[in-house]
């Protein structure tokens, strides 16, 4: 039985599915992928209070190799590069697709020529995260590690890379989720999509869950918007 973005079963609501896909984007990507989304996430996540969207850089990676092979979300801000990832299943190898992400980004940010000169080839530090919203229980922030893949590993690895996991379901990192609007209110409408998917289809479920969300105040002109881009997502998209 598969699983969708939200962690729900998706089970023989398959076949009431909408079969189309070019929607490749999961709900949290297709929420935050906009420049203001990112902008919001950043000023919570590092209590900062900017506003000038043209500061942002988006840098997502759309295609590597595969479709299995894109991140959710990446920007560069000042001095740094973002990569955000969401997932609905804990995956210890995020580090390493990491790895992979931040090297693509790099490749496209310097110039190969200078890479053979006397001058330091100064590059944007990385800041990688993972947004949790799937049903294992984890602790709010969990630290992810490249080392923890080696097989033999003696002493300080001479490479590491440090992935944060964020758990953002419903009642997780609430001053998090104070700071941030947009993702209390995503992560509200998980826990709706959860909850009614254990009562009726899947289909169902998620109308049901965006018509309540919508009355409620909840995600309202995003949901207004993209209703039918929402729906759809939400149905097909599977880790």
């Known amino acids: 039985m598969s699983e ?12 009431k599915t909408y079969a189309n896909t070019k929607y ?11 420049k203001a989304g990112m902008l919001e996430l950043y000023n919570a996540l590092f209590d900062d209070c900017l506003t000038d969207e043209s500061e942002i850089e988006d840098c997502t990676i759309e295609d590597v190799f595969t479709r299995q092979m894109k991140n959710d979300l990446a920007f560069m801000l000042e001095t740094n590069i973002y990569l955000y ?13 990491d790895l992979i992400y931040i090297g693509i ?7 190969d020529k200078s890479l053979y000169s006397s001058r330091l080839q ?15 229980a984890v602790d709010d922030r969990v630290e992810l590690r490249l080392s923890n893949a080696y097989e033999h590993r003696a002493g300080e690895p001479d490479l590491e890379l440090k992935v944060l996991m964020l758990n ?7 001053e998090l989720m ?7 209110e995503y992560a509200i409408y998980v826990a709706r999509v959860r909850k009614y998917t254990s009562e009726m289809n899947l289909n169902d479920a998620v109308a049901r869950a965006i018509d309540e969300c919508i009355k409620e105040g909840i995600l309202v002109e ?14 097909l998209e599977y880790d």
């Open 4 to 15: 969708n973005m939200n962690g729900v079963s998706a089970g023989n609501a398959a076949d």
């Open 24 to 34: 490749k984007d999961t709900f949290f990507r297709y929420l935050f992928k906009e």
């Open 85 to 97: 990832e969401c997932q609905s299943t804990i995956n210890p190898n995020i580090p390493l697709r």
């Open 105 to 111: 980004e790099y490749q496209q940010y310097v110039d």
């Open 122 to 136: 100064k590059i944007p530090a990385p800041k990688f995260m993972v947004f949790y919203n799937g049903t294992d």
């Open 168 to 174: 953002v379901n419903e009642g997780h990192n609430k």
């Open 178 to 184: 104070e700071q941030c609007q947009t993702l209390k």
């Open 222 to 235: 995003f949901l207004r918007k993209n209703r039918s881009e929402v729906k759809m997502v939400s149905i």
